[in-house]
T-cell receptor
Framework: AQSVTQLGSHVSVSEGALVLLRCNYS??????LFWYVQYPNQGLQLLLK??????LVKGINGFEAEFKKSETSFHLTKPSAHMSDAAEYFC????????????FGKGTKLTVNP | EPEVTQTPSHQVTQMGQEVILHCVPI?????FYWYRQILGQKVEFLVS????????KSEIFDDQFSVERPDGSNFTLKIRSTKLEDSAMYFC??????????????FGQGTRLTVV
């Protein structure tokens, strides 16, 4: 069975600082990995996805994530935080050719301080 | 840009009542899903629906729950005899193919259900 662990339920950074949101997954078969963002009072929006084509994945709004099989990680980064990045971020996993469901982590709430 | 639309945005119901949550998926999508998020907890999978039938469901999705695609555009979640613990944000999602086939799911804005 798949699972996702997001370290840190809350992360706070200063505007312009590096954003690093951690995600570790567990999957017995090659995974598909996703990062979703939820802005206040809105639904889940896809930031980026890993599909085995490339280990470094670029997404919207300047975010990127690197798939590291040896570390079973898919951490989300952004070089310079913007106030508009304040939101909750969810890592999710599905399995290739397997179950249709997404398994989500608990989410990390990002606060950006001026 | 096409989007998944959910109504209502908020629903308050009394314990024991039945509720129906409505969703209009993206028109060319073939897979439909319901997820829920209890306050402070993970987003949890409830059910997936493809080709007019349930393709997968979680342990949460017991006889209290049902889904239907009554026409070509709507996708509903019915919760019978609601309980306090059913209070949550319910998300509808749709995808062109299954998420197990390298396809993203598009989510609606959610319906916040409060059972009192």
């Amino acid at each position: 069975a798949q699972s996702v662990t997001q370290l840190g339920s809350h992360v706070s950074v200063s505007e312009g600082a590096l954003v690093l949101l951690r995600c570790n997954y567990s999957s017995s078969v090659p995974p598909y990995l996703f990062w979703y963002v939820q802005y206040p009072n809105q639904g889940l929006q896809l930031l980026l996805k890993y599909t085995s084509a490339a280990t470094l994945v670029k997404g919207i709004n300047g975010f990127e994530a690197e798939f590291k099989k040896s570390e079973t990680s898919f951490h989300l980064t952004k070089p310079s935080a913007h106030m508009s990045d304040a939101a909750e971020y969810f890592c999710a996993v599905s399995t290739q050719g397997g179950s249709e469901k997404l398994v989500f982590g608990k989410g990390t709430k990002l606060t950006v301080n001026p | 840009e096409p989007e998944v639309t959910q109504t209502p945005s908020h629903q308050v119901t009394q314990m024991g009542q039945e509720v129906i949550l409505h969703c209009v998926p993206i028109s060319n999508h073939l897979y439909f899903y319901w997820y829920r998020q209890i306050l402070g907890q993970k987003v949890e999978f409830l059910v997936s629906f493809y080709n007019n039938e349930i393709s997968e469901k979680s342990e949460i999705f017991d006889d209290q729950f049902s889904v239907e695609r009554p026409d070509g555009s709507n996708f509903t979640l019915k919760i019978r005899s609601t309980k306090l613990e059913d209070s949550a944000m319910y998300f509808c999602a749709s995808s062109e193919r299954g998420t197990g086939m390298n396809t993203e799911a598009f989510f609606g804005q959610g319906t916040r259900l409060t059972v009192v």
